[in-house]
């Protein structure tokens, strides 16, 4: 059984950071990609970020709206998948989502991210 658990979202102020962490649980493969994406008011779920599984090699991929400010990475052994978030900004106000194999894979509950200006 596969489990997801978010931790670390928040309040800031533009310009503010945060750092997100997912625990994984269960066994993944190479072929589940590791990503975020994030829900905000109003709007449909959108994708912000992926790469490759524990112990796997690939590529990374961003989202255009947060390429260079946000950073995707993972700890093999413990099997934790991060998003740090940096200059952020009111848009990037949002429910995150870790997620597993892609759009028809796996999720978390979500963890809120609120920026003020």
């Known amino acids: 059984q596969m489990q997801l658990v978010e931790n670390g979202g928040g309040s800031v102020q533009t310009g503010g950071s945060l750092k997100l962490s997912c625990a994984v649980t269960?066994?993944?493969?190479?072929?589940?990609?590791l990503g975020w994406y994030r829900q905000a008011p109003g709007k449909e779920r959108e994708f912000v970020a992926a790469?490759?599984?524990?112990?796997?090699?690939?590529?990374?991929v961003y989202a255009d709206s947060v390429r260079d400010r946000f950073t995707i990475s993972r700890a093999h052994a413990e099997n934790i998948l991060y998003l740090q978030m940096t200059i952020l900004k009111p848009a990037d106000t949002a429910i995150y989502y870790c997620?597993?194999?892609?759009?028809?894979?796996?999720w978390g509950r979500g963890t809120q991210v609120t920026v003020s200006s």
């Open positions: 997620n597993i194999g892609g759009t028809t894979g796996y």
């Open positions: 269960g066994r993944t493969t190479c072929t589940d990609r």
């Open positions: 790469l490759p599984g524990f112990w796997c090699s690939g590529a990374t």
